[in-house]
């Protein structure tokens, strides 16, 4: 650009240095968490030490305790027993949880869920900003291209040297796939900006630089081991064990690993009959928790509506434990069994209860209701048995090479035969398999050798065995002695058989008990007892014959109490006695071994559903007896649970516990697991932590609004301390209490408590605070888009909080209201902070003019590209808004404005080093069609205007002076194409009009304007140019006249070649000069003559 107080001098153009193209990196104020949250159970028991203050004077040290240090030790004593509360609160919680894993029956690990991507700590940040450094500073063996290296350089310094990057970072919600898709975008718009090659395809070009993006990305780790190490974190993100899933709640809850093996070994977690009997014996104490709500409504809860709900509620507890109870029915017992006519539907639930005023109080109601009575075919019992013959020893009188084999039957059905062995080695282990429904089934094993006589049909029989196998028998390989012909050589054969036979899945248990009973079994006597189990909730005692399928005499348990009881001295048979009690019957059993009798009591306790446990006597003869049975096992695990301290926990009722609040901690401590694991889960549980969460709200009763509102307060407090919350997850929750809370049963239930009802209500208005504080500061809480949609669906949660109903959708301009003044807000918060970063504010009145200038366009730099990237990153989530995003800019360079004009206004007067500022923000406006020809460009247009008016009616003045001056000295040398004044003023009307055409005036008819009277003055400033060429031309004839010498001097050549140039000048072209209009070139009387008459020279 052109300074207007140089005259005939050399102008001095003065390099005007723009602001550095440096990276925004302003701060991101949400505030996170300083560090992860430890799982011990004393993590988060956060208490604040008491700060110990210097004292003025030295005192002596007092015998006596001091009343701080009294004060502290309560302190103390008041933190350890809050503590141990926590412990023994979560001890509890874990063992439901525990229960809730070992037997589920109401929810499934879920399998569509989105998988959730490794997030980026702040130490693989560094990492990741020391790699890319590497590569720019070219210490990689990558090769890359020059455009390749620009596209990471600018992600480098734009993105990766971020301060909202990092702050995002600290949130937990940036991911390696969020790295890698901003790099994609980028390039995307780079390579397609590039012109097209012949044999190299765009989709190449960008393939190739991500694979070198990924080179960069990952350093030196080897692949191999990162895809080992993400392959295991995504099959555990999937599906987790058991065994997975104890460790994880092991971890949230603080359990440590010896309490879980006393509680795992104290509750039996894997024995399927213990748990399911606990499930049966917790859903009786729920029923009866109702029918006691249903006699003191005292011990209902605050509903909404109190006396519509109340009736209402209890029918809803009533039929989610029936529907628990048909989850549990539902189960398979055995095959064929769940469509039983004594299957659930058909089955009395209530007569459960133990407690005899709950059974009187149902009158004759309950004594008319009949039980439905099993009978002998639906008791249906299917065996497998493997028989395998091994070996045979005692075979003397045979020839070493006769031929032996042997055959195997069960019941007189198929028989199989072994492959065949000289009588010198008889060994087969061969298998055998059979399927039988006799509970006491006979196998025969027969020995055979092949005739040796030619008139013989049948082969000889050399000895057999007959076996009666039982489940509870060992199945190892045992030794039997053969029956053999009288008249047999070989007397003492000896067969070795492994006989296998498995329970089936009804059975519970099996054996030989002595019982008698008032209507079964009503003669003492030693039979073969089997406990079937029909369905869930119904199990019979049934009593069989050898070969026989169906029971001789059967007992349906439902209803009984067993327990261990003294001996009966008036019969003969059985030693241990015990008991099955019911109102109008009781059942005597002895047994000849107390294991058998622990072994027996347990499985029908189980069976029974009973609240009482039967505690077996303790004498020295049976702790004798039990040293090495199981029973011994299971009393010495309970034993070693009650020595540390387990047993509370083990024998409490989950009827009797506030499941909410217990469910409350838990979820915030899975909660709190989940946002420290390595994945980027943005507040999303694991499919196994959903699982056990679902498992465990609907076993222990949970309501289902209760859960989610907690969920929502705990995501709300995460997210008001900066943490990376997904919007869609909050939505779910949220619509889900909205549906709830206005009575549209999302999930069956109709009662709405008066405290889910207020809490909504604060939620609500929480979540709306929340919301407009994003939407606020948008470009820090969802930096460069990212996560991907999270803003979209921000703008939409917003929505659904602002109806008032779910019906009703709230009204547009409500709407646009709301966000209208979140974004006039953002664009103060924006600028404020884009200005703090720029430093503008901190100018003292001390620096100069040009430093302050300087920073105004290296804030106008970084305004640039801070509406570029909203409109790039953040233009489609506000899509619907579009013309409120531009409001937010306008309102955002309002506040420039006022910035620019304090800039401006201390500038020196006709100084012109603000014109680049000018050209960089019309250009930028001009480019943008939201914002060409608006409120600020407006003011931008008004305000350097009468500055352009200014610089040029300066720079004519200087202009024409300096053509003054100079033709005053010229001394006629050739410079250039004509003499130095010329040549002076050529340049400085070339370059004058250049300037005001590169200022791309906005205004079309003040552009014209200029252009014409830039025109106008460089054919005024040619003419005048030419006139003194010719007067100095007249002069120098007037001198050579005296002479005869015709030789040209070179002044007059350089006369010639000023009025030449002059000619060839387009400066004045296609305007009008003074005397011609729309020539193509400058025609004017003065231009044609002076041309003519020197040319005739």
């Not at 914002?931 to 500055?947: C, E, I, S, V």
């Amino acid at each position: 650009m052109l300074d207007p107080s140089s005259s005939e001098e050399e102008s001095d153009s003065e390099t005007i240095d723009g602001g550095e193209d440096g990276s925004e990196t302003v701060s991101l104020g949400v505030p996170t968490q300083s560090g992860s949250r430890s799982h011990s159970p004393a993590s988060d028991n956060l208490s604040l030490g008491t700060g110990t203050r210097a004292p003025a004077v030295v005192r002596p040290a007092s015998p006596s305790p001091s009343i701080v240090s009294e004060k502290d030790r309560k302190d103390d004593i008041e933190r350890a027993e809050k503590e141990k509360e926590d412990q023994r609160r979560r001890l509890q919680i874990y063992v439901f949880v525990s229960r809730t894993i070992a037997y589920p029956f109401n929810a499934k690990q879920p399998t569509d869920m989105t998988r959730r991507q490794l997030k980026i700590t702040k130490q693989q940040l560094q990492q990741i900003k020391e790699r890319f450094q590497s590569f720019l500073q070219g210490e990689t063996q990558i090769v890359a291209d020059e455009a390749f290296t620009n596209a990471v350089q600018s992600y480098f310094e734009v993105f990766l040297k971020s301060d909202r990057i990092t702050k995002m970072v600290l949130s937990g919600g940036c991911s390696a796939n969020d790295f890698r898709e901003v790099f994609k975008n980028n390039i995307e718009k780079r390579v397609r900006s590039l012109p097209e090659i012949d044999g190299l395809s765009k989709e190449t070009v960008l393939s190739s630089w991500m694979v070198k993006f990924d080179q960069i990305f990952r350093g030196e780790d080897d692949p191999r081991k990162q895809g080992s190490r993400s392959a295991a974190s995504v099959a555990s993100e999937l599906v987790l064990s058991k065994e997975q899933l104890y460790d994880m709640f092991q971890t949230i809850l603080g359990v440590k690993k010896f309490e879980h093996q006393l509680l795992y070994n104290a509750l039996q977690l894997d024995n399927a009959d213990e748990q399911a009997a606990a499930i049966r014996r917790e859903l009786d104490g729920r029923l009866q928790s109702v029918e006691a709500l249903t006699k003191n409504r005292k011990l209902m809860p605050k509903f909404v509506l109190q006396k519509e709900m109340e009736s209402l509620y209890t029918e809803e507890v009533r039929s989610s434990v029936n529907i628990l109870m048909a989850n549990l029915e539902s189960l398979p017992v055995s095959k064929g069994n769940t469509d039983s006519k004594y299957s659930l539907q058909r089955l009395k639930k209530y007569h459960r209860a133990q407690n005899a005023g709950f059974q009187t109080s149902r009158g004759s109601d309950s004594q008319e209701e009949t039980e439905a009575q099993l009978s002998k075919l639906d008791v249906v019992l299917s065996f497998t048995l493997e028989v395998v013959v091994m070996e045979v020893k005692g075979l003397k009188s045979l020839a070493p090479n006769r031929i032996v084999y042997c055959t195997m039957e069960v019941d007189g059905g198929e028989k199989l035969q072994t492959d065949q062995a000289e009588a010198s080695k008889p060994c087969w282990d061969t298998q055998g398999d059979f399927t039988t429904t006799h509970p006491l089934p006979n196998v025969k094993v027969k020995l055979y050798t092949e005739s040796s006589s030619m008139l013989s049909i049948d082969d000889k029989e050399l000895g057999k065995v007959v076996i009666r196998p039982n489940p509870m028998d060992p199945r190892g390989p045992q030794w039997h002695k053969m029956h053999v012909p009288k008249n047999a050589a070989d007397q003492d054969l000896k067969i070795k058989i492994a006989v296998k036979m498995d329970k089936p899945q009804n059975m519970k248990h099996c054996g030989y008990l002595y019982a008698m009973g008032k209507t079964v079994w009503k003669k003492w006597k030693r039979r073969y007892f089997v406990l079937v189990q029909i369905s869930q909730y119904t199990f019979a005692m049934c009593s069989y014959r050898e070969k026989k399928s169906e029971p001789t005499e059967l007992m349906q348990l439902d209803g009984f109490t067993v327990d261990y009881s003294d001996p009966m001295h008036d019969v003969e048979g059985g030693t241990h006695f015990f008991n099955a009690v019911k109102e109008g019957d009781n059942v005597g059993f002895a047994c000849d071994e107390e294991n058998d009798r622990h072994l027996w009591v347990q499985a029908m306790y189980r069976a029974t559903g009973q609240s009482h446990k039967p505690v077996p006597p303790t004498t020295a003869q049976s702790r004798q007896q039990n040293a090495n049975s199981q029973i011994a096992r299971i009393q010495g695990d309970a034993d070693r649970a009650r020595k540390h301290g387990m047993d509370e926990f083990i024998q409490a009722d989950p009827c009797k516990f506030p499941h909410n609040y217990l469910f409350t901690e838990m979820q915030r401590l899975t909660l709190d697991y989940r946002l420290y694991d390595p994945f980027c889960s943005l507040g999303w549980f694991s499919p196994g932590q959903v699982f056990v969460l679902d498992e465990y709200c609907a076993r222990y009763g949970v309501r289902g609004c209760y859960r989610h509102l907690q969920y929502l307060a705990e995501l709300l407090n995460r997210a008001e301390q900066g943490t990376m919350i997904d919007p869609t997850l909050i939505h779910y929750s949220f619509a889900f209490c909205a549906s709830h809370v206005h009575g549209n049963r999302p999930d069956g239930i109709g009662t709405v408590l008066y405290e889910e009802r207020e809490q909504f209500e604060e939620i609500k208005e929480r979540l709306r605070i929340l919301l407009e504080n994003q939407i606020t500061h948008f470009r820090y809480c969802f930096p460069f888009g990212r996560p991907e949609g999270a803003l979209k669906a921000t703008l939409s949660l917003l929505e659904r909080v602002l109806m008032k109903d779910i019906v009703t959708p709230v009204p547009p301009e409500e709407v646009r209201a709301v966000i209208k003044k979140c974004l006039e807000n953002a664009a103060l918060v924006n600028y404020t902070r884009i200005s703090s970063y720029a430093k503008i504010e901190e100018s003292h009145e001390n620096e100069s003019p040009k430093k302050r200038l300087e920073d105004l366009m290296h804030l106008a730099e970084l305004c640039i590209d801070l509406l570029q990237q909203n409109e790039e990153h953040h233009a489609e989530a506000f899509a619907w808004f579009s013309d409120l995003m531009v409001d937010h800019a306008e309102l955002f360079w309002s506040l420039f404005a006022v910035d620019m004009d304090s800039v401006l206004d201390g500038q020196p007067p006709d100084t012109w080093d603000s014109f680049p500022l000018f050209q960089l923000l019309n250009d930028y406006l001009l480019n943008d069609n939201s914002l060409m020809n608006g409120r600020f460009h407006n003011k931008l247009r008004d305000t350097f205007a009468p500055m352009v008016v200014r610089y040029v009616d300066l720079m004519e003045s200087s202009i024409a002076q300096s053509i003054h001056k100079g033709f005053e000295r010229e001394k006629w040398e050739i410079r250039g194409n004509g003499c130095a004044t010329s040549e002076d003023m050529f340049w400085k009307l070339d370059a004058l009009q250049s300037f005001i055409r590169d200022l791309h005036w906005p205004e079309e008819v003040f552009a014209k304007h200029l252009e014409q009277r830039l025109k106008l003055m460089a054919a005024d400033m040619m003419e005048s140019c030419i006139k003194r060429t010719l007067q100095a031309f007249e002069r120098w004839l007037q001198k050579g006249s005296k002479s005869t010498d015709y030789m040209v001097p070179i002044g007059i050549s350089a006369m010639i070649n000023v009025v030449i140039d002059a000619k060839n000048q387009v400066l004045c072209r296609r305007y009008a000069c003074r005397y011609r209009h729309r020539y193509r070139r400058c025609h004017c009387r003065y231009c044609l003559y002076n041309y003519r008459h020197l040319c005739y020279l």
